[in-house]
C-alpha cells in the first residue's frame, strides 16, 4: 500500500483468496505433468489406429498444464498488485471469475445432460427418469451450485463500493 492509505480488510481478504488460487492452479499442473508422464505411456498402448488414437484431451494434456501454469502465474501477478490496490488488478480478477463461472456453469450443464443422457431409464429411451438419473442430475446441479455460488460472491464483491472506492487513488488536498 502506498501514502499510508489503508486497505479494507474484505480487499485482503479477496486478495489472498486469489494468492491461494493461484497457487493451487499452479500445484494442480505440475502435479498433472507429473502424472501425465504416466499417462502417456498408457495412452500410447492403448491407442488404436483405427479409433483416431487418444481422446484428444490426453493428447492436448501438456499444453493445458502449460495454460494453467500460465493463467495460474498471471492470477498471481494481478493478486498482489490487487493488494496492492491497483485499479487494473480488480478488472482483472473480475474477469478471471467471469471465465471461472462460465467453466464451472458449463461444465456442470454438461455433466448433468452427459448423466441423464447414459443413464438407464432416460428420456432417449421414452421412458421415465429413475432415481438413480434424478438422483444424478440433483448432485451435478448440487456440486455445480457450491463451484458457482462463491464465483458469485467473488463477482458481488470486486465489484462492489468498498472494493471500488479501495482501488481510486487518494485525492490531493
Not at 37 to 42: G, L, P, R, T, Y
Not at 51 to 70: C, K, N, T
Not at 111 to 128: C, I
Request: aromatic share 10%; charged share 15%; proline share 5%.
Amino acid at each position: 500500500m502506498s501514502g499510508g492509505t489503508r486497505r479494507p480488510g474484505v480487499v485482503t481478504a479477496i486478495g489472498w483468496i486469489f494468492v491461494a488460487l493461484a497457487a493451487l492452479m499452479i500445484l494442480s499442473a505440475a502435479g498433472g505433468f507429473a502424472a501425465s508422464s504416466i499417462m502417456d505411456e498408457a495412452v500410447r498402448r492403448e491407442a488404436r489406429p483405427q479409433s483416431g488414437g487418444a481422446p484428444l484431451l490426453l493428447r492436448s494434456f501438456q499444453l493445458l498444464g502449460a495454460l494453467q501454469i500460465l493463467f495460474g502465474a498471471l492470477l498471481a501477478v494481478s493478486a498482489a498488485q490487487f493488494l496492492r490496490l491497483r485499479a487494473w488488478a480488480r478488472s482483472a480478477l473480475e474477469a478471471a471469475m467471469w471465465l471461472g463461472l462460465a467453466y464451472v456453469v458449463g461444465f456442470g450443464i454438461y455433466w448433468v445432460l452427459g448423466w441423464v443422457e447414459m443413464s438407464p431409464g432416460s428420456a432417449a429411451d421414452g421412458r421415465a427418469p429413475d432415481a438413480f438419473t434424478l438422483f444424478g442430475g440433483i448432485m451435478g446441479s448440487l456440486i455445480t451450485l457450491v463451484f458457482a455460488v462463491p464465483c458469485v460472491i467473488l463477482i458481488w464483491l470486486l465489484r462492489g463500493a468498498v472494493v471500488r472506492q479501495a482501488m481510486r487513488p487518494p485525492r490531493r488536498g
